[in-house]
């Protein structure tokens, strides 16, 4: 028989909890019996202590089976069953490009998702920019419409790890989000009860990502990476750039345009392109449908070309209730703004960095994000064109364009992506946009 207090005091003290110890409080937490300051002390508590990686096994064990299980036997006869998942950034558009990828080389990958809050963006507030798509679905048909369209990006479904749902409520508001044990047990306890066979993680880091500095990034793709291989789920993690807004646009609408001129070759950007294709190459060899790097650039080339990745993307869209001609005419669905200008900056100069974290905010100061859970969010603000860092700009070459429903609200952002930005005299040297791949 435990106390709470005895356990919070313990790993306050800095011992290793046993299993039954972490076993027993999160069963309180999906109970009700552990109160919210309780769990808030233990929380604060592994924050300055740590977890060994045994007590993150445990927990991410615990958290796992305190609710459902998606079972995917059905389909692991006809392929794997495959999933990303990303820390979260700024532009950050790659699941609506890397779901239908992966399912046009012969992958199932039902994808669980979340909302955007503060400055980075959600999938699921892109995916509300497409008319009638719906994000909000039961299990079954998860997986009829995995099964027939390859791929689906929905919202929270079923019963999937309610203890991190009251967790991470609770840590969100007492700022103990950015513990890595913490962090790994909440986004592995989601990914082992969705029933995934493999999983590639993109774990950001830059001014725009919660991992600010690489080395935070390093522990928490060394800790997802042995905690997930170890609990059964072989994993992949790569370390990717946020020090810049991903790709050629922020903003709901805005990036679900991007991801479709991505897919059916009508514009690339290159860092995005760089990401996608090793996020969707490492899954391929994870999965098996590829043997080599190689190989899986030439089958994900092959599918691009072919157009049938953005084939995949109109089943999957068309299957959750969008528009069955989506991707033949796809301006004609997506809201357009009032106003749209080129910005321009009063100096000319190389770009030399951009506060990532300060431009997500532009586009939340646009009504395209949210600052409270649950706000109304408006789908066809934002930025695109933007200039990626090193561009010479100058009163004839413009930073981005804004997209804005009210002439405040584009005053406002507009100043607040100018500020998020510097140049210098000479041209910067050029990050590549991956830091680190942890393959093994
Ligand atoms: N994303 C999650 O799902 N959980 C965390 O703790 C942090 C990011």
């Not at 369209?149 to 929270?156: D, K, S």
């Not at 200008?341 to 100069?349: A, H, K, N, V």
């Not at 532009?362 to 933007?386: C, M, N, T, W, Y």
Request: charge should be negative; aromatic fraction near 6%.
């Amino acid at each position: 028989m435990f106390l709470p207090q005895e356990v919070i005091r313990k790993k306050r003290e800095g011992h290793e909890l046993s299993s039954e110890e972490i076993a027993y409080f999160v069963k309180g937490i999906t109970s009700g019996d552990m109160s919210d300051s309780q769990i808030a002390a233990l929380a604060m508590a592994v924050f300055f202590q740590g977890m060994s990686n045994a007590e993150t096994v445990s927990l991410t064990q615990s958290m796992t089976q305190s609710g459902d299980t998606i079972d995917w036997s059905e389909l692991r006869n006809l392929g794997p069953v495959l999933d990303k998942h990303s820390t979260g950034g700024v532009g950050d558009k790659l699941s609506l490009m890397l779901a239908p990828i992966v399912a046009a080389c012969g992958g199932y990958v039902p994808m669980i998702s979340g909302r955007g809050l503060g400055h980075t963006g959600g999938t699921l507030d892109k995916l509300d920019a497409i008319p009638g798509y719906q994000t909000s679905i039961d299990i079954n048909r998860l997986k009829s419409v995995t099964k027939t369209a390859g791929c689906a990006i929905v919202g929270q479904t079923g019963d999937l790890a309610p203890a991190d749902k009251r967790f991470y409520a609770i840590r969100d508001i007492t700022a103990t989000v950015e513990a890595v044990p913490l962090i790994t047990a909440s986004i592995l306890s989601k990914k082992l009860s969705a029933g995934l066979d493999r999983l590639v993680m993109d774990i950001k880091v830059g001014s725009g990502a919660f991992s600010g500095t690489l080395s935070m990034a390093e522990e928490l793709a060394e800790t997802i990476v042995s905690v997930a291989n170890g609990a059964g789920l072989p994993t992949r993690a790569l370390i990717t750039d946020m020090d810049q807004v991903l790709g050629s646009s922020a903003g709901n609408a805005l990036e679900v345009k991007e991801a479709w001129s991505y897919l059916s070759g009508e514009m690339k950007e290159e860092r995005t392109d760089i990401i996608t294709m090793s996020l969707c190459s490492e899954l391929l060899i994870l999965g098996e449908l590829a043997t080599t790097y190689d190989d899986a650039h030439h089958k994900i080339m092959t599918v691009l070309s072919n157009g049938k990745a953005l084939e995949q993307f109109q089943k999957m869209i068309s299957a959750l209730g969008g528009p069955v001609d989506f991707c033949e005419k796809p301006d004609s669905y997506l809201k357009s703004a009032t106003y749209c200008e080129d910005i321009y900056l009063d100096t000319s100069g190389y770009l030399a960095s951009m506060d990532t974290r300060e431009i997500g905010m532009a586009v939340v100061a646009l009504g395209g994000g949210r600052s409270k859970p649950g706000q109304e969010i408006d789908h066809a603000v934002g930025f695109d064109h933007i200039a990626p860092l090193g561009t010479y700009v100058d009163s004839s070459c413009p930073v981005a364009r804004i997209h804005a429903n009210s002439k405040d609200q584009l005053a406002r952002a507009k100043a607040q992506y100018l500020n998020g930005l510097s140049v210098a005299d000479k041209m910067p040297n050029q990050q590549h946009p991956i830091l680190k791949s942890l393959v093994s």
